[in-house]
């Protein structure tokens, strides 16, 4: 059996926060605000692949009223959803990720995002893919104000 699911986020951007894909972090002025660390890209993966497995989703799973997830390592928490994902006997398949910002530019960091990515939801670098898109100048997305992500991910069993 195959299941296909999507996730997106978006986080404002605010200066003295970290900017952080994947569990990456890039050089940058302003960083994602959240009540968690803010990583929009991790979220998005939690999203689709909770999507997929119709498992849920990650608000109903680390809601932000609960002061457990204040600053939360988003990493540790797609590790948790995978590994529901796993326990649930689904096996990824693959992933592809759209970063949507004005800067930072994502490409030079995109080895090592999916090399972080591929690390917690344990398959080869291979089974996952992103890239790095502006919005042209658009919306709050163009103006360097968010950064917005989508994810569609493959799973079987
Ligand atoms: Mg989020």
Redesign the pocket.
Known sequence: MLKVGLGY?I?RLKRGRRFLLGGVELPFPKGED?H?D?D?LA?AVSDALLGASGLGD?GELFPPSDSTWKDADSMALLRDVFARVKQSGWKIVNLDCVIICEKPKVLPYRDAIRKSLAEALEVSVDCIFLKGKTAERLGAVGKGKAVEVYVVCLIEK
Do not use: A, C, E, N
Request: charged share 10%.
């Open positions: 986020d986080h959240g968690s803010g929009v979220h990650i």
